[in-house]
Nanobody, 118 residues
């Protein structure tokens, strides 16, 4: 069974930083694209950033220049470095992975809360 587990969320003040991690475990043969999504209260889940297996990245306009996505393929782990956080970044952050197990599928983590408030 495949699991994605996020960690690193918390409460920070505006302008501060956080680093999220997403560790994939289980019967994984390879991981294709991974991504971070977020959902604020009363809003739809939105894309934050994605990264392919070769390291190509894509960001939402709202986080460009502030957030950096990366991954360690040897550890099946993805990261999101979030700098200059704003109150509007407050949301539950979910990781997502398109991966090959005994069959190919898209998996989600359980989410981690990020709150930016003074």
């Amino acid at each position: 069974q495949v699991q994605l587990v996020e960690s690193g969320g918390g409460l920070v003040q505006p302008g501060e930083s956080l680093r999220l991690s997403c560790a994939a475990s289980g019967s994984i043969f390879s991981i294709n694209t991974m991504g971070w999504y977020r959902q604020a209260p009363g809003k739809q889940r939105e894309l934050v950033a994605t990264i392919t297996s070769s390291g190509s990245t894509n960001y939402a306009d709202s986080v460009k220049g502030r957030f950096t996505i990366s991954r360690d393929n040897a550890k099946n782990t993805m990261y999101l470095q979030m700098n200059s956080l704003k109150p509007e970044d407050t949301a539950v952050y979910y990781c997502n992975a398109d991966l090959n197990s005994y069959y190919r599928g898209v998996y989600w983590g359980q989410g981690t809360q990020v709150t930016v408030s003074s």
